[in-house]
């Protein structure tokens, strides 16, 4: 074995590694793994592609495992560049290229999808805020100095909108309370408290309650980890390697 495969052998096991931490949850751990390999200027732009987008799937910050889904691709870009300019065809470097290609637009369109949710949820929660104004009455209205005007009922002072935020907090605690209720029974059918996992901890039951991170890398060809099925990063293919020069 020459240097350049025993190199190679060496970044696909780091890989797997780092992958193997993110299928266990261990996030942070992934994410040093994957960021010291980043941090190796020798590593093949394959692996480093695939670091970035695992890295991605570790952070929470959604502005920060873009920024490196936009790497991932500049770095495709500058392989796809390389790789058109050597001349003739090479079906393995073409192999992998579109591997990549496949990968990060995968990617991308999970954190796509994710906005269009986010944007979602925030719609609805405006109309539930506006549906609680209408019934409780509410009215913003100003005077003629466009002050708002306190509104006074039976000799008491009510400020519009208080009523709407506790009636609004109130729909969501009666929410919650039911979520708990339904989860608590979930897990004393199964019989082990080792099934639950903390509302704000990633990798949680509830989905509106789960982090970007751990979000899609499948456990085998075909099969989604439990609760992380919306990113996923297939395994590396130890012949779809791109020139270590790269």
Known sequence: ????????????????DARALYENDQF????????????ESALPRYHRIKCYLLAAGCLEDHAEAEDLVEMADSHWLMARH????????D???????????????????????????DWAQQELEWE?????????GVKD???????EVEVV?????????????????????????????????GIASTGTEALHRHPHRPGSVRMEEQASRGS?????????????SRVVVPEVEEEALLPTDM
Not at 82 to 89: A, K
Not at 141 to 147: K, S
């Open 91 to 117: 079906p393995e470097s073409e192999g992998a290229l579109e591997e990549l290609r496949s990968d990060i637009d995968l990617v991308k369109n999970h954190f796509k999808e994710e906005r269009a949710a």
């Open 141 to 147: 209205d100003d005077d003629e100095d466009g002050e």
């Open 128 to 136: 539930q805020q506006e549906l609680a104004r209408e019934m409780e």
């Open 216 to 228: 899609f890398l499948p456990s085998s060809p075909g099969t989604l980890l439990p609760f992380r």
């Open 28 to 39: 942070e751990d992934a994410l040093r793994l994957a960021e010291s390999m980043l941090d």
């Open 1 to 16: 074995m020459d240097r350049d495969e025993a190199d190679l052998e060496g970044y696909q096991k780091g890989y797997d």
């Open 153 to 185: 009922e039976k000799g008491k002072q009510i400020v519009p909108g208080a009523m709407v935020i506790e009636s609004y907090d109130q729909m969501q605690h009666d929410q919650q309370e039911q979520s708990d209720a339904t989860e608590r029974k």
């Open 82 to 89: 390389y790789v058109s300019t050597r001349g003739g065809v």
